[in-house]
């Protein structure tokens, strides 16, 4: 199996898939612009390689994904703040809001450090926002008609569409939208009808199900659980009003709403997280007020102990939405089609003008330009050294595991059992090799050089054989012992007693 990093080159903003075995020669023969990792965290490993592999400072980014779980942050502290970075590298931001979030967050780490550690450290990079885009090619308008018949949706009825995770814990407890549905079904009838589109576990959807027939809505409200992704723009289609009333910390951008709006509909979503900058109150849509107040102290005292998706759980619960908002502006949808059409429209413009995917690389390219100029202007740095905390010293560390220990010294003599495979008799029986550092044609090829130098004296020296290796097949020393150890320990070779 291969791990990719994605690399920006200098002449051409295409990105170059380079599997990590090919880092070293990829970072010393190439000029990029920046090195990017689409992955999530990971700035410290960008940095390794920078600081291992390359001569020269060039920017490194990734963009963050979600820092809102409480066993998150010690990997703050390793993938960011211990990195060797530069004012040339960011982490971006996909909100304003985000940014400011991971501020305090590492704000806060770095002042636990200094007082309870001694550790006074500041980032060296930088935060930057760039939202996300979505594909407008595939979220856009289509035929209503012919989407719900596709669908199986009622033709006639205005049709509230929500989708995503329907889990409290990690999206949306859509109860409170339950109760703001029936006012409007209690004036409405079936002129209206709530869908909800998104995976559920059978907990949640039993819960919701007892719901549901609670507040005699069971053939107002259907949810469907197991949709294809390739299905979710025509949802967005055949809808009326979207509505997503996300209460989770993990909601630093939210596409749903975005992918609503391009494809033509008023949102209707909280006031909350990355929502706060999408959506724009009484042009594409109306943005009910959230509230909040400090109530986790004795939830952040046992968070190490539980997974996140608990902590996430009581949070969202203690996110108050103004329902009585909630209620107001889905009458006013509901009741005035030019409205929706108006903002429906706004909404699409408001997609186009600022969260394309062609507009979100531009950002993104305008960016590494811009870090790149910062990289030209910084001095040399010492090359090789820094981010060596992120390698393990295994040799070292373990050395008391073994019984001996052998050095370049120690004689190497062949055994029978080479013959076997020399001959085709016995395969050699190596283990699959993820990443290659072990090569079977190597294996016969050092048995074939020990045989040759050893015929007079019976053994070779362990340096000997090494020394041969880099000069006929430029072998690193590590890489030949590897290669010695493996036939050792599968017999091929053997440790004299007395040579």
């Not at 050092?446 to 041969?468: A, W």
Request: proline share 6%; hydrophobic share 40%; charged share 20%.
């Amino acid at each position: 199996m291969k791990y990719y990093n994605y690399i920006w080159e200098n002449t051409h903003p295409d990105i170059c898939a380079v599997p990590i075995s090919k880092i070293r020669e990829s970072l010393n023969n190439s000029s990029y612009v920046a090195l990017h990792n689409l992955s999530g965290l990971a700035l410290d490993k960008l940095a390794y390689a920078r600081s291992r592999f390359s001569s020269r400072i060039f920017p490194i980014t990734y963009m963050e994904y979600g820092f809102s779980y409480s066993s998150f942050f010690p990997d703050l502290i390793s993938h960011l703040l211990l990195a060797p970075t530069y004012p040339c590298d960011s982490v971006i931001c996909t909100s304003k809001i985000a940014k400011e979030a991971l501020t305090r967050i590492l704000t806060r780490l770095l002042e636990f450090l200094s007082e309870n550690n001694g550790l006074h450290r500041q980032f060296n990079f930088q935060l930057h926002v760039i939202p996300h885009g979505v594909p407008t090619d595939i979220y856009c308008n289509r035929d209503r008609a012919e989407t719900r018949r596709v669908l199986e949706i009622p033709a006639n009825s205005i049709i509230i569409l929500y989708i995503g995770r329907i889990d409290p814990s990690s999206k949306s407890d859509v109860f409170p939208l339950l109760i703001a549905f029936q006012k409007q079904f209690e004036k409405y009838g079936d002129k209206i009808w709530l869908l909800l589109v998104g995976p559920i576990n059978d907990f949640y959807r039993n819960k919701l199900d007892s719901a549901v027939r609670d507040l005699g809505l069971t053939d107002k409200i259907q949810y469907r659980t197991n949709v294809p992704k390739i299905s979710i723009p025509l949802y967005y289609s055949a809808a009326d009003i979207f509505v997503s009333l996300s209460d989770t910390l993990q909601e630093n951008f939210g596409l749903t709403p975005v992918e609503a709006m391009a494809s033509g509909l008023p949102v209707v979503v909280s006031d909350w997280a990355g929502y706060k900058e999408t959506v724009i109150h009484e042009k594409t849509g109306f943005k009910i007020p959230t509230t909040w107040i400090e109530c986790d102290i004795e939830l952040r005292e046992t968070s190490p102990f539980y997974d996140w998706a608990s902590d996430h759980f009581y949070i969202g619960q203690s996110i108050a939405w103004d329902m009585d908002a909630l209620i107001y502006y889905l009458d006013m949808l509901i009741s005035n089609q030019k409205l929706r059409m108006m903002m429906g429209e706004n909404a699409l413009r408001h997609v186009l003008e600022n969260y394309t995917w062609k507009r979100s690389v531009g950002k993104m390219w305008e960016l590494w330009r811009e870090l790149y100029t910062i990289a030209q202007k910084l001095p040399p740095s010492p090359h090789g050294e820094n981010g060596t905390f992120l390698q393990p010293n295994y040799f070292n560390d373990f050395r008391c595991f073994p019984s001996f220990i052998i050095d370049s010294n120690t004689p190497l003599a062949i055994t029978d059992q080479r013959r076997l495979v020399a001959t085709g008799k016995q395969p050699l029986l190596l283990c699959e090799d993820p990443r290659k550092l072990l090569q079977p044609n190597l294996m016969i090829i050092i048995l074939r050089y020990i045989r040759m130098i050893s015929c007079f004296k019976g053994y070779i020296r362990l340096s000997d054989i090494e020394i041969l290796l880099a000069k006929k097949r430029h072998l690193s020393q590590s890489s030949s012992r590897q290669h010695l150890m493996w036939l050792l320990k599968y017999g091929f070779l053997r440790i004299p007693l007395n040579p």
